[in-house]
């Protein structure tokens, strides 16, 4: 009985103790790793307490799970080898069963900002030595491309953040949706535009992935890239639970919003792989059936 009350005293102690370090350290961001640490039952308390949502691929098994059973019925031969074969290939990279597992959060817009900045590298990649390049070639990259890059786990996944690629190879070659100060030296976060170094040079791992936009026509890679770039300006939409906002964009919403908005309403180009939800993370467009890579490296 003693024992227990001791260790009664003690997780309560614990939680107090965590409570109190979120209020003085947000700034600093430790919350985040001491998040993952706790245990899970203490862990569900505190997202329940402070609004973060829990996410994930729950009900797949696979990546051809996410292939929607009544679109792979109707596409013609060509479209659906592709699209499995891109399915096949992220197997390869990383198996679904790794990427399923991985414990993703979505934290409350009051959290995101200290989120944002702090990146829980509890574990050396294999192939990465945290040197924070990349040799990601973007020579075959076209108008619409997604890009997609690891630099440490952060709370919604493997995949920290993501762009779209516009064109050409100077510093107008990208649009991203970013809470820092971006390459212009501009202070205000948001939408702006970003140089391929921006890619290679910030992050340990970047590939970049084209969007299938079956049965529409390529054109809306285009017309996704324009999107974003309409969206020039824009504050950075802390919100991550809602994907749905067009006043304010965050990294993955700016690339998702730019195939969704732009196609037809009878043949929407939805790159969420979970599509119901009210948020799109970045993993969440890797996933996606109707994306595929071009390009990758450490």
Same mark, same amino acid.
């Given at each position: 009985?003693?024992?227990?009350?001791?260790?009664?005293?003690?997780?309560?102690?614990?939680?107090?103790?965590?409570?109190?370090?979120?209020?003085? %350290?947000?700034?600093?961001?430790?919350?985040?790793?001491?998040?993952?640490?706790?245990?899970?039952?203490?862990? /569900?308390e505190?997202?329940?307490?402070?609004?973060?949502?829990?996410?994930? +691929?729950?009900?797949?098994?696979? !990546?051809?799970?996410?292939?929607? =059973?009544?679109? $792979?019925?109707?596409?013609?031969?060509? &479209?659906?080898? /592709?699209?499995? #074969?891109?399915?096949?290939?992220?197997?390869?990279?990383?198996?679904?069963?790794? +990427?399923?597992?991985?414990?993703?959060?979505?934290?409350?817009?009051k959290?995101?900002?200290?989120?944002?900045?702090?990146?829980?590298? #509890?574990?050396?990649?294999?192939? =990465?030595?945290? *040197?924070?390049?990349?040799?990601? *070639?973007?020579?075959?990259?076209?108008?619409?491309?997604? $890009? $997609?890059?690891?630099?440490?786990?952060?709370?919604?996944?493997?995949?920290?953040?993501?762009?779209?690629?516009?064109?050409?190879?100077?510093?107008?070659?990208?649009?991203?949706?970013?809470?820092?100060? %971006?390459?212009?030296?501009?202070p205000?976060?948001?939408?702006?535009?970003?140089?391929?170094?921006?890619?290679?040079?910030? !992050? *340990?791992?970047?590939?970049?992935?084209? &969007?299938?936009?079956?049965?529409?026509?390529?054109?809306?890679?285009?017309?996704?890239?324009?999107?974003?770039?309409?969206q020039?300006?824009?504050?950075? @939409?802390? @919100?991550?639970?809602?994907?749905?906002?067009?006043?304010?964009?965050?990294? =993955? /919403?700016?690339?998702?919003?730019?195939?969704?908005?732009?196609?037809k309403?009878?043949?929407?180009?939805?790159? *969420?792989?979970?599509p119901?939800?009210?948020?799109?993370?970045?993993?969440?467009?890797?996933?996606?059936?109707?994306?595929?890579?071009?390009?990758? =490296?450490?």
């Amino acid at each position: 009985m003693k024992r227990f009350l001791v260790l009664l005293v003690m997780v309560v102690f614990t939680m107090v103790s965590f409570g109190k370090d979120i209020r003085n %350290n947000e700034e600093r961001g430790k919350f985040v790793e001491k998040f993952f640490k706790l245990p899970e039952k203490q862990k /569900q308390e505190v997202a329940t307490e402070r609004g973060w949502v829990k996410t994930g +691929f729950v009900y797949a098994k696979s !990546y051809e799970d996410l292939i929607p =059973s009544e679109l $792979l019925n109707k596409m013609p031969e060509d &479209v659906r080898e /592709q699209v499995l #074969n891109a399915a096949m290939e992220k197997e390869m990279e990383i198996p679904f069963n790794e +990427f399923k597992h991985t414990e993703r959060w979505i934290p409350s817009p009051k959290d995101m900002p200290f989120a944002l900045n702090y990146h829980v590298e #509890n574990s050396k990649e294999k192939f =990465s030595d945290g *040197d924070g390049v990349n040799s990601c *070639d973007f020579s075959s990259a076209r108008k619409g491309d997604v $890009l $997609l890059v690891h630099d440490g786990f952060v709370a919604w996944g493997w995949h920290c953040h993501a762009g779209i690629f516009y064109g050409g190879t100077g510093v107008y070659a990208t649009i991203e949706s970013n809470a820092n100060q %971006n390459y212009f030296g501009d202070p205000h976060p948001g939408v702006h535009f970003e140089p391929i170094s921006h890619w290679n040079n910030d !992050y *340990d791992f970047c590939r970049i992935m084209r &969007v299938n936009t079956w049965p529409l026509s390529t054109s809306y890679r285009a017309k996704a890239a324009e999107y974003a770039r309409a969206q020039l300006g824009k504050p950075y @939409n802390f @919100n991550w639970l809602w994907k749905w906002a067009t006043d304010k964009f965050y990294c =993955s /919403q700016l690339v998702w919003a730019g195939y969704y908005r732009t196609s037809k309403w009878y043949a929407r180009i939805n790159i *969420d792989a979970n599509p119901y939800d009210t948020w799109v993370a970045p993993d969440e467009l890797y996933a996606s059936w109707r994306t595929y890579t071009i390009s990758s =490296s450490w």
